[in-house]
């Protein structure tokens, strides 16, 4: 799945050619994908205009000019492409031939006819979907977005934030406590293993167990690492790509994350895979010391 990086880097993307552009028509084949009444859709949908394309966690929202927004979960293979009239398309999403072969073909879900070009919304699992919900009251009122926690790259978003809400969880592992949407907006397994071996955490460490100043230190780094992924086109030289179809190149410079066997680029010593939060972790066992209690 996604995380936050890569959705920003298709959203960004997707932010130079959609606003302004009108909906002619939205049809799908399968319903699930576009869970949208036909009546909403003809009334909601059909002549609105794009007015941005924005996103909250993993969720791209693309408000529209009648009141209601576009939701776009990709999931695990989901891609959105933009085909425009003339000149080279422009997609992102999971790396399959269906972002630059002829589309619609078999992983197509949702077509949407634009004004000067066509946007599919392409998901060969079939877990992804788009949907219509009123722009007014949209965070309180999704019960997707309702749940989830702040942005970890927001201006606002302070380490005392970040320190209160994990302060709610004092028994979780710190790996589960960062992976918890509803703690923070999307962050993942790729870059909790960066955060944490840049913080020089242990995942299984207890939240309440770890000092101040190690917490302050993971929050910079969760920080400092998603930043570094946008700049870099997202993890995606093995799942995603970017909004020109140009794979990201953030992986190349990950410090543990499939990084197993080899030298920690701190310590030298070897690093492994475990299990935490349910997901392989990777870690330096010697630069990362599981926390003890202090009491």
């Not at 003809?42 to 927004?69: E, F, N």
């Not at 999403?93 to 077509?111: W, Y």
């Not at 197993?260 to 066992?285: D, L, M, N, S, Y």
């Amino acid at each position: 799945m996604p995380e936050l990086p890569e959705v920003e880097t298709v959203r960004l993307g997707l932010q130079e050619f959609l606003p302004g552009q009108r909906i002619k028509s939205a049809t799908t084949d399968w319903a699930k994908s576009l869970p949208v009444d036909d009546k909403l859709l003809q009334a909601k949908l059909k002549g609105a205009t794009i007015k941005a394309v924005h996103r909250r966690g993993k969720l791209i929202i693309i408000p529209l000019s009648t009141g209601y927004s576009l939701l776009v979960h990709l999931k695990m293979t989901g891609q959105l492409v933009y085909r425009p009239q003339k000149g080279k398309g422009f997609g992102g999403g999971h790396p399959n031939d269906s972002l630059i072969d002829k589309l619609p073909d078999k992983s197509t879900r949702v077509v949407m006819e634009l004004t000067k070009g066509t946007l599919f919304f392409n998901d060969q699992r079939k877990f992804g979907w788009v949907k219509l919900e009123k722009s007014d009251g949209l965070n309180q009122n999704n019960a997707f977005l309702k749940k989830l926690g702040p942005e970890p790259l927001d201006d606002d978003y302070s380490f005392e934030k970040f320190r209160m809400a994990l302060k709610r969880h004092p028994k979780t592992s710190i790996k589960a406590a960062i992976l918890n949407q509803e703690v923070l907006a999307g962050v993942g397994n790729i870059y909790a293993d960066e955060s944490l071996f840049a913080a020089r955490i242990h995942p299984l460490s207890k939240v309440e167990n770890i000092s101040a100043v190690k917490l302050k230190r993971l929050y910079h780094a969760i920080r400092e690492v998603m930043s570094l992924s946008i700049s870099l086109g997202g993890s995606s030289d093995r799942n995603y790509v970017d909004a020109k179809g140009n794979k990201g190149s953030y992986l190349k410079f990950a410090k543990v994350f499939r990084k197993e066997g080899g030298k920690c680029p701190k310590c030298g010593h070897e690093i492994v895979k475990i299990r935490a939060a349910g997901r392989g972790t990777h870690i330096c066992p010697h630069c990362q010391k599981i926390a003890k209690s202090s009491g």
